[in-house]
Structure formats: C-alpha cells, structure tokens
C-alpha cells in the first residue's frame, strides 16, 4: 500500500486535520484496508463519513457545522484535561522523569504543556 501525506487544513488554536490517500491495492495477499474516514462541509452542514472508500455502504453523520465546531473545542478541551491528569500522574510516580513524560505526551498530542 502507497501512502502519501496530503497537506494539513490548520483550524482555530492551531488544531489540523489530516488526512491520507492510499493507493491501489495490489497483490492477493490483501484481504482489506483500513477505513479513510473523511468530513466534507456542504452548506452549513459537515458531512463525516467512516470510510469514504469502503464498498460497503459505509456510515454518514450529518451535523451542523456549528456543532462540529462546539464538539472539536470540546474534544480539544478534553485532550488538554488528559495532559494535565497525565502529568500530575506522572509527577506522582515517575518524580524524576515526570517533566520529559509529559513534555513527550504533549508532542505526540500535538500539544504544548502547561506551566
């Protein structure tokens, strides 16, 4: 499978959105792929489909685009929350290592830490 990164969309808070296009399936030995979910905006509405190339008939959610917008903050929110327990838990346990735990969690987030 040929995978080949497409350029990043960048929203408020410097939140990103990524996404991946595979090439064709060769060989006898693949029995599948994985889901390529995408979100596509029509109007005021965001369509999310689980796998955009599925032949299956794959799931599509329709929600306004204002409660998309209200559900990334949320879950932004909610992945900075985790940072914080993180490195508290981490500050619990791993007292010497704690800084650069969290520091690594953060990246790999894509967060920055908090002080």
Do not use: K, N
């Not at 596509?40 to 998309?68: F, H, I, K, M, N």
């Not at 929350?81 to 969290?102: E, K, S």
């Amino acid at each position: 499978m040929v995978t080949r990164p497409v350029p990043e969309t960048f929203a408020a808070d410097d939140f990103a959105l990524r996404e991946e296009e595979h090439g064709p399936c060769t060989g006898r030995a693949h029995f599948g792929h994985d889901p390529i979910s995408t979100a596509e905006r029509v109007g005021g509405v965001v369509r999310l489909t689980y796998d955009a190339y599925g032949t299956d008939g794959s799931p599509v959610t329709e929600l306004p685009a204002d409660q998309v917008r209200g559900l990334v903050s949320d879950a932004e929110q909610d992945v900075r929350d985790f940072l914080g327990l993180a490195g508290a838990r981490a500050g619990q346990h791993l007292p010497t290592h704690a800084a650069p735990v969290t520091a690594a969690l953060a990246r790999a987030l894509g967060l920055v830490p908090s002080p």
